[in-house]
Each structure stands twice: as C-alpha cells, then as structure tokens.
C-alpha cells in the first residue's frame, strides 16, 4: 500500500500515525478487506486482523493505544464457538477496526476472503473490480457482492471460502464456465 493509488498511500500514512503495526505488534496485525485488494468505497474501514491467545491482554493495549479516539468501542465476542475481540474507532477520516482471534492471521476467514478476492480480480480485470465497487456503494458486502457477480448460491461468506483452497487451474475453469472471458 505505501507504493499504491493515492487512496492507498493515504491509508498506508494514516496507519503509521496511528502506530498500529508497532503497537499491536505482538499479535501479528495484517491490513485485510478493501484497501489491499483496492476495492475501497467512501466510508470503507481499514480491517486490521490480529492474533491473539488472550483477550485481555490484547483489550489493555488496544484501550491505552485508542480508548480516547473517537467512537472507540470494545467488544469480546463468540464467533463460532471461539473468543474474538472486535475493536472499532475513529482516526482522522479513516474509520478502524480491529478484529482478534485465536487463529494465526492466515488462517482467518477475513484473510481467506481478501486472497480469494484478490485471485479473481487479478484474472477479472478493471472492468470486474469497477462492478464489485458500484455494488459496494449501493450498500451491498463484499462478499455478497463477489458472490452475486459470480452466479454464486448459498451463503456467499462459505462460497468464497472454499473457492479460497482451489487450485489456480480449477478456479480459471470455473471462470470461464461463468462467462468470463478474460479468466
């Protein structure tokens, strides 16, 4: 992102000020959703994913660091059975949030959609990424809106996800059977 569009090195300098990746660095934080994939729309979040084995620890941090920024909330949730903690604020322009659980990074649904994502948009091109945007700003997930664009069926979070583990011939056959030509 440093070396991105202008939206992305804006968000890549919001996040040095912040301090996020010094200051969550012992929970492995890695920038996820819209803005590495550049399918940002105004009002998108920066999507910070970490590691944590703790909730608590990880909860002192993040309300030292930003408890005193706007629209700070703290959240410990179950998600599946497991303890995540959901952190949310407000830095300058740019809406944050932090989302934790005990899974390393890469193995974190959230990490899993944006590869996913970023393969087909690789093979889709300009054309496909303006269509996943124009639906992001009429108020459709990302997910839902991939999905939708796809022909996918069923719940679009677990579609994407299984398509994360395909190989890279199987997802251009499965392209191309949609109609998309440059797959």
């Not at 989302?99 to 300009?126: C, D």
């Not at 639906?135 to 069926?153: D, I, M, N, Q």
């Amino acid at each position: 992102m440093k070396t991105g569009n202008a939206k992305q090195r804006e968000a890549f300098e919001a996040l040095g000020r912040l301090g996020i990746f010094e200051k969550l660095a012992a929970y492995g934080p890695v920038l996820a959703g819209t803005f590495p994939i550049d399918i940002d729309v105004e009002g998108s979040d920066l999507d910070i994913i970490c590691e944590m084995r703790e909730p608590e620890p990880l909860e002192r941090t993040l309300i030292t660091a930003y408890g005193t920024l706007e629209r700070f909330t703290l959240e410990r949730e179950r998600l599946h059975g497991s303890i995540v903690v959901v952190c949310n604020f407000r830095f300058e322009s740019w809406p944050v949030e932090i989302f934790a659980q005990n899974r390393p990074v890469t193995q974190q649904n959230a990490y899993k959609h944006m590869v996913v994502e970023q393969r087909i948009l690789k093979r889709l091109g300009p054309e496909f990424r303006e269509h996943v945007r124009s639906l992001k700003r009429s108020g459709v997930k990302t997910e839902p809106a991939f999905a939708g664009l796809l022909g996918l069926t069923g719940d679009p979070y677990a579609a994407l996800l299984d398509m994360h583990d395909w190989s890279e011939a199987k997802l251009e056959r499965f392209l191309v059977h949609k109609g998309f030509e440059n797959a």
